[in-house]
């Protein structure tokens, strides 16, 4: 059937957005009417028209904002999914979530979102794909990217792009003339990556050895001590739970 509700899910900037809009264009394209919902809570209002405009895609991001708790406005958007009105209607709705663990399990169900697709940051192929695809030619097919696609595997889009852009600085600083400049090796890239993780790692949270010894302790057991941390507890600095 047509009436579907798909949830595309993953970490922000893995590509959701750009998913969901070249859906709708598709769409559009193909003579089905295509409804942009940018505020979650006026899907039962979207899906009205959805309906008098049919066949309709409706793409709805962030639904997890206002699908969390089993209230009135969850009820509205689930009753407007999945209601009387809404059995026999050809409207597919298209959602995005960071976390599907904030939609309430109602809210999950057939009938209301039928299918979730997870989007994985990209790995190390598509990472080579995208390093070219930014570099618009400037990085020659026989550079071997491994290393730095291995370095860049599971970051984001955006960051695979911010390299090439300083890998564009790095080209100029090591050329010699502008042509030379106008390429990029897989040094430039490489030179590129370390700096840009060297400062997303200022943002890493940092887990202190008391931290990790407590860890472990909970993990073995409440009435479990570490020796070297006896003192800690003593003095209130560390505690174990179950």
Partial sequence: PF???????????????????V?????????????????????????????????????????????????????EIMDALDGVEAKESDVMVLFTSNNADHIHEAMRRPGRIDTFIKIDPPDALAV???????????????????????????????VVREVVERAKLAAVARADDLSDAMNLTENDLRVATRRLLMQQSLFTPKTTDIDTAATSMAAFGRHIVVPALAELRAQGRVSVRN
């Fill in 3 to 21: 009436k579907r509700g798909i949830c595309l899910l993953g970490m922000y900037g893995v590509g959701k957005t750009l998913a969901v809009y």
């Fill in 23 to 75: 859906a709708a264009q598709h769409a559009k394209n193909n003579g089905i009417t295509s409804i942009v919902v940018e505020n979650a809570e006026q899907l039962p209002k979207a899906m009205l028209v959805a309906r008098q405009y049919s066949p309709s895609l409706v793409v709805v991001e962030d639904i997890d904002r206002v699908t969390r708790e089993r209230d009135s406005l969850c009820n």
């Fill in 128 to 158: 080579d794909k995208l390093l070219r695809l930014y570099g618009r030619g400037r990085i020659a097919a026989s550079e071997d990217l491994r290393e730095v696609c291995g370095m860049l595997a599971g970051q984001i889009p955006a």
